[in-house]
């Protein structure tokens, strides 16, 4: 069965430093996602891209982060210089087209210390 | 602006018995989607069920089914025949639909409640 994978599954980074976290969506999906989730809390929406561009985006989603779909297989996010607070589980989601689930990867969970 | 609500932060239930998980939602949208999604102590995020608003029937999904009322605004998920491997949080989400290119429809998710399965 298809699925979303992530990775790295771990990273640690210092406060300050840019990150890239990688995503492959299922391959026949056109709606790609970025979630994260801090430690004990709900799961927050960051953006959603859709036909290489964003199709929306949160207040969380600031001038700090970045999304690419640079070979049409990929989807990564960038945070170009990390905070404290970014610390956080990250989820990559795609969804086909109309009104269907969207699948979730395994996560990335991001330290920065 | 939309909102989940699951009002169990913690639920308890023996092994093989049926446990129900609430979730209300709030949204001024006439068409719209529920989704539960099931989080293990791994981490990642399992989806389980869908229920969009025009459907009639409640969803089921083998030991899963939604109880969908509507007019309630509420989305309960029901789990029958209680498994150890049910432990778990169980996170209800909203699908919020963005009228503009690309119809984002983010998901909305709801604070979650931890399921414990007892032997």
């Known amino acids: 069965e298809p699925e979303v994978t992530q990775t790295p599954s771990h990273q640690v980074t210092q406060m300050g430093q840019e990150v890239i976290l990688r995503c492959v969506p299922i391959?026949?999906?056109?709606?790609f996602y970025w979630y994260r989730q801090i430690l004990g809390q709900k799961v927050e929406f960051l953006v959603s891209?859709?036909?290489?561009?964003?199709?929306?985006k949160s207040e969380i989603f600031d001038d700090q982060f970045s999304v690419e779909r640079p070979d049409g297989s990929n989807f990564t996010l960038k945070i170009r210089s990390t905070k404290l607070e970014d610390s956080a589980m990250y989820f990559c989601?795609?969804?086909?087209?109309?009104?269907?689930?969207?699948?979730f990867g395994p996560g990335t969970r991001l330290l920065v210390l | 602006a939309q909102k989940i609500t699951q009002t169990q932060p913690g639920m308890f239930v023996q092994e093989k018995e049926a446990v129900t998980l609430d979730c209300t939602y709030d949204t001024s949208d006439q068409s719209y989607g529920l989704f539960w999604y099931k989080q293990p102590s791994s981490g990642e995020m399992i989806f389980l069920i869908y229920q969009g608003s025009y459907d009639e029937q409640n969803a089921t999904e083998g030991r899963y089914s939604l109880n969908f009322q509507k007019a309630r605004k509420s989305a309960n998920l029901v789990i029958s025949a209680s498994q150890l491997g049910d432990s778990a949080m169980y996170f209800c989400?909203?699908?919020?639909?963005?009228?503009?290119?690309?119809?984002?429809?983010?998901?909305?998710f709801g604070k979650g409640t931890k399921l414990t399965v007892n032997p």
């Open positions: 989601a795609s969804r086909l087209t109309g009104p269907g689930a969207q699948y």
């Open positions: 989400a909203m699908r919020q639909r963005r009228l503009t290119q690309g119809g984002s429809e983010k998901l909305v």
């Open positions: 391959s026949n999906h056109l709606y």
């Open positions: 891209f859709y036909n290489n561009e964003i199709s929306e």
